[in-house]
């Protein structure tokens, strides 16, 4: 499956989900998931992403790994999304900041 990074975190653009042929998206609070069950691995999603935070599993940076289990976990709990919203306001201030895990809100 493909993975949603610590990228992500507190970005929130949703660019993403707009493409997604299976709709594999899933929405908490300042952070997207990807339903593994779901994703059929079709990669249209990673270009996408102005934060570049969707890897394939495979992909997936060594001190990221965390992220394939979170992304499992998170997507059977959070609601689908589907269609583009605005990012958070301050979205900037977090852009290329490295390891927001912490401030990951479930
Ligand atoms: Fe959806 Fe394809 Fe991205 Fe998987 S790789 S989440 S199927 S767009
Ligand atoms: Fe997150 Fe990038 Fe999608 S920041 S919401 S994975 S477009």
Redesign the pocket.
């Known amino acids: ?2 993975v949603v990074c610590d990228g992500c975190v507190n970005c929130k653009h949703t660019d ?1 989900v707009d ?7 899933r929405e908490g609070p300042n952070f997207l998931v ?1 339903d593994p069950d ?9 270009p996408e992403c102005p934060e570049a935070a ?1 890897f ?1 599993e495979e992909d997936v940076p060594e001190d990221q790994q965390e992220y394939i289990q979170i992304n499992a976990e998170l997507s059977k709990q959070w609601p689908s999304i589907t269609r583009k919203k605005p990012a958070p306001d301050d979205w900037e201030k977090w852009s290329g900041v490295p390891n927001k895990l912490q401030y990951l809100k479930r």
């Open positions: 499956a493909h993403c493409v997604c042929p299976v709709d594999a998206f990807i779901e994703c059929i691995d079709c990669a249209v999603c990673i969707i394939a």
